[in-house]
């Protein structure tokens, strides 16, 4: 049997970010979903999803009410918005690797490395892919 590593493994935060994403999708366009549906539906936890929510609200990619009929809705169509921004919007700037998207201050490989290019082309890669996806695509 052959072992199985994933190399590029989402986060906890990106996965539930996808998952909460696309039952909006799912709704469209300015259509609200209460943090209950969101939580009880696709059993994600309750602070964790208000949290992403908020980041995404942040991004400009949700709108939010509070209250009675409150919730989360995406304030534009899920096929104008690419998952590139959405995991942006999430985890921050994609990268393979911490030295590519410049989140290390220094790398215990500074000089001896040799990779680093081909990160930097894997990383505008992967950037590519998930520009050419949207939210739409996460139902279809």
Known sequence: MVAVMALFDFTKKADYGLVMLAVLASKGKHKTVSVRELVDGKKLPRAFTAQIGKSLVEA???GSKE???GGYFLIDDP???T???ALTAIEGEIAPVGCV???MKT???DG???HQDLMSTLG????RVLEGYSLADLVK
Request: glycine share 20%; with cysteine; net charge neutral.
């Open 101 to 103: 998207a410049g989140s």
């Open 124 to 127: 505008t890669e992967m950037a």
């Open 107 to 109: 790398c215990p490989l």
């Open 79 to 81: 096929s104008e918005v």
């Open 67 to 69: 209250g009675r009929g």
């Open 83 to 85: 998952l590139r921004q």
């Open 60 to 62: 400009g990619i949700l």
């Open 112 to 114: 001896n490395c040799g």
